[in-house]
């Protein structure tokens, strides 16, 4: 049965049980795993169940309380919560010590230095930690090093390789793995029953496939349901498998499918990195594929499975393992500039440009 409904990471669970009934939870964590795969929403649970005066056996929070009131409705004054806003790049620097008129009097760092006002502990819960600065992991460093008695911190992000070595080295990590294409579907159907998800219409086939393709993200299973998506999907494979590759037409595809999400910044970013999902999908099978291999990946991703348009793209590309690791890396450096704000026109005419190179050349007297 699912923890506090967290599905699909029992083994974490269990770690932090075993922890808690031996008194040992550690002053500072590392969260590491894909999007959409419920780190932050584990973050955000653990830390009620880490503050309630009253806990159950098994780490469950009484639910009662007013510690457990108010960490539900994301009130808790010990509970801390911070994360990189939609018009930065970076966290700043002042979330964790105050602008310079309040250094150290405010903040991250000055806030879980206090006693706690109404729970066990306090918990500081920093989401987006792939976007914390140099300026702002070094003022963390002393925090992590040494956190305060009845504390906890938590870091969430996406990969060891955009943490600083020393913010590693401070934290126990705790990995979560993608979600299992069967748990994203039970999800995305409870989801849909209570009215959660808009998605009035959709049948059991589509959410199947969808789960299917979403790479273990939850958040990317949401997004596909689109059907402005789903069928973009079938087209950008076509268009990533020609050859040559029409980098100019891909462009203004996709360029016109992000505009169709509205004015406003989020929904296109949040479009466009389905977009490049997808793409990124697509040359990674490629790789494999030229590499001889039907479903090697890298540690902990898991690989789509079943699904024909993707492996009909891939057998009408047909290029080299060079060529697709060049796909993968543009294609990574692209969603790197999402989360740097980057003008999303020209992120999509540079993504495209650089993927003409990656695209097999056309055999002498074709393509011309």
Same mark, same amino acid.
């Given at each position: 049965?699912?923890?506090?409904?967290?599905?699909?990471?029992?083994?974490?669970?269990?770690?932090?049980?075993?922890?808690?009934?031996?008194?040992?939870?550690?002053?500072?964590?590392?969260?590491?795993?894909?999007?959409?795969?419920?780190?932050?929403?584990?973050?955000?649970?653990?830390?009620?169940?880490?503050?309630?005066?009253?806990?159950?056996?098994?780490?469950?929070?009484?639910?009662?309380?007013?510690?457990?009131?108010?960490?539900?409705?994301?009130?808790?004054?010990?509970?801390?919560?911070?994360?990189?806003?939609?018009?930065?790049?970076?966290?700043?620097?002042?979330?964790?010590?105050?602008?310079?008129?309040?250094?150290?009097?405010?903040?991250?760092?000055?806030?879980?230095?206090?006693?706690?006002?109404?729970?066990?502990?306090?918990?500081?819960?920093?989401?987006?930690?792939?976007h914390l600065s140099d300026e702002a992991a070094n003022c963390l460093l002393k925090t992590?090093?040494?956190?305060?008695?009845?504390?906890?911190?938590?870091l969430v992000g996406t990969a060891l390789e955009r943490q600083l070595p020393t913010i590693?080295?401070?934290?126990?990590?705790?990995?979560?793995?993608?979600?299992?294409?069967?748990?994203?579907?039970?999800?995305?159907?409870?989801?849909?029953?209570?009215?959660?998800?808009?998605?009035?219409?959709?049948?059991?086939?589509?959410?199947?496939?969808?789960?299917?393709?979403?790479? *273990?993200?939850?958040?990317?299973?949401?997004?596909?349901?689109?059907?402005?998506?789903?069928?973009?999907?079938?087209?950008?494979?076509?268009?990533?498998?020609?050859?040559?590759?029409?980098?100019?037409?891909?462009?203004?595809?996709?360029?016109?499918?992000?505009?169709?999400?509205?004015?406003?910044?989020?929904?296109?970013?949040?479009?466009?990195?389905?977009?490049?999902?997808?793409?990124?999908?697509?040359?990674?099978?490629?790789?494999?594929?030229?590499?001889?291999?039907?479903?090697?990946?890298?540690? *902990?991703?898991?690989?789509?499975?079943?699904?024909?348009?993707?492996?009909?793209?891939?057998?009408?590309? *047909?290029?080299?393992?060079?060529?697709?690791?060049?796909?993968?890396?543009?294609?990574?450096?692209?969603?790197?500039?999402?989360?740097?704000?980057?003008?999303?026109?020209?992120?999509?005419?540079?993504?495209?440009?650089?993927?003409?190179?990656?695209?097999?050349?056309?055999?002498?007297?074709?393509?011309?």
């Amino acid at each position: 049965m699912a923890w506090q409904g967290i599905e699909g990471h029992d083994d974490v669970v269990a770690r932090f049980v075993a922890a808690a009934s031996r008194g040992r939870i550690a002053g500072a964590f590392l969260f590491i795993g894909p999007d959409g795969v419920g780190k932050g929403l584990f973050a955000r649970t653990l830390a009620k169940a880490l503050v309630c005066p009253a806990p159950r056996p098994g780490l469950e929070p009484c639910g009662n309380c007013p510690s457990c009131i108010q960490a539900s409705a994301g009130s808790h004054p010990d509970i801390d919560v911070v994360e990189k806003p939609e018009d930065r790049a970076t966290i700043p620097l002042e979330v964790f010590i105050g602008d310079r008129e309040h250094r150290m009097r405010e903040g991250l760092c000055w806030r879980i230095l206090l006693a706690p006002a109404l729970g066990r502990r306090k918990v500081a819960i920093i989401l987006d930690a792939d976007h914390l600065s140099d300026e702002a992991a070094n003022c963390l460093l002393k925090t992590l090093e040494e956190p305060p008695d009845s504390s906890a911190i938590i870091l969430v992000g996406t990969a060891l390789e955009r943490q600083l070595p020393t913010i590693r080295s401070r934290c126990q990590i705790i990995r979560f793995a993608p979600l299992e294409s069967g748990t994203v579907a039970t999800i995305l159907r409870r989801d849909i029953a209570s009215g959660a998800i808009e998605a009035a219409g959709i049948d059991d086939a589509t959410i199947d496939s969808c789960a299917a393709r979403s790479g *273990g993200s939850l958040s990317r299973a949401r997004l596909l349901l689109d059907p402005h998506l789903a069928g973009f999907r079938a087209r950008l494979l076509d268009m990533l498998s020609h050859r040559p590759l029409h980098g100019v037409d891909l462009a203004r595809e996709v360029q016109q499918l992000v505009e169709a999400a509205g004015k406003d910044a989020p929904p296109r970013r949040a479009r466009l990195r389905v977009v490049l999902g997808a793409a990124l999908d697509f040359f990674r099978a490629s790789l494999r594929s030229s590499a001889g291999s039907a479903d090697a990946g890298r540690d *902990g991703e898991r690989q789509p499975t079943a699904d024909p348009e993707l492996q009909h793209a891939v057998a009408s590309w *047909g290029g080299s393992a060079e060529q697709a690791t060049v796909g993968i890396r543009c294609t990574l450096d692209a969603l790197d500039g999402i989360e740097r704000n980057a003008h999303l026109p020209t992120l999509v005419d540079a993504w495209t440009v650089h993927l003409e190179p990656a695209a097999p050349p056309a055999p002498p007297g074709k393509g011309r």
